[in-house]
Antibody
């Protein structure tokens, strides 16, 4: 049974760094069959893709956040992480981690999600 | 970025009746591999989104057959043949052909 679980501080001060971790069970973060993404959702609003990491450690980020985002993986803990620098109130949102998995010649994009973690940016 | 536009933004449906949601993309989602990278998700209240449909018309594991997807190029539709109470929530389309991944604004489906 695949499970993803986000963890990290629920409150971050403006200008500081938001740091979240996603712990994966039921699948390896090093498998070439998976990509691992972060997606966020401000309260009452839609979904915004932040970026992804895949098996070689390669990353892709949303251009709108690229200058402030780092996604990394810790294979020893089967986790991947998100760091977002210089946060403002506009970064307040529920943050989700999600898996993409390969099937045959295609991909199931975001087939499993964590429950999400609310991060509030406030002094 | 590819812009995804959904209509309507809200829908109130009598149980047992059909429902339809439209999604249009600002660019074709047909890739050179022959696949069309359009996905549908349902987000129920207080939950993360769940994958319903991948590549336009393929139901993900465990998704009831009352859900169907259709379309091509830039125009897509999600249909629920007979809406049930458990189908309430916000439906999102998403494009997977290009980074960054982008979602529609969401369509809120309620029961009358």
């Amino acid at each position: 049974q695949v499970q993803l679980q986000e963890s990290g501080p629920g409150l971050v001060k403006p200008s500081q760094t938001l740091s979240l971790t996603c712990t994966v069970s039921g699948g390896s973060v090093t498998s070439g069959s998976y990509h691992w993404s972060w997606i966020r959702q401000p309260a009452g609003k839609g979904l915004e893709w932040i970026g992804r990491i895949y098996t070689t450690g390669g990353t892709n980020y949303s251009p709108s956040l690229e200058s402030r985002v780092t996604i990394s993986v810790d294979t020893s803990k089967n986790q991947f992480s998100l760091k977002l620098n210089s946060v403002t109130a506009a970064d307040t949102a529920v943050y989700y981690c999600a898996r993409t998995s390969r099937y045959g010649s295609g991909w199931y994009l975001f087939d499993y999600w964590g429950q999400g973690i609310l991060v509030t940016v406030s002094s | 970025d590819i812009v995804m536009t959904q209509t309507p933004l809200s829908l109130s449906v009598t149980p047992g009746q059909p429902a339809s949601i439209s999604c249009k993309s600002s660019q074709s989602l047909l890739y050179s591999d022959g696949k069309t990278w359009l996905y549908w998700y349902l987000q129920k209240a207080g939950q993360p989104p769940q994958l319903l449909i991948y590549e336009v018309s393929n139901r993900f594991s465990g998704v009831p057959d009352r859900f169907s997807g259709s379309g091509s190029g830039t125009d897509f539709t999600l249909k629920i043949s007979r809406v049930e109470a458990e189908d309430v929530g916000v439906y999102y389309c998403m494009q997977g052909i290009q980074l960054p991944r982008t979602f529609g604004q969401g369509t809120k489906v309620e029961i009358k």
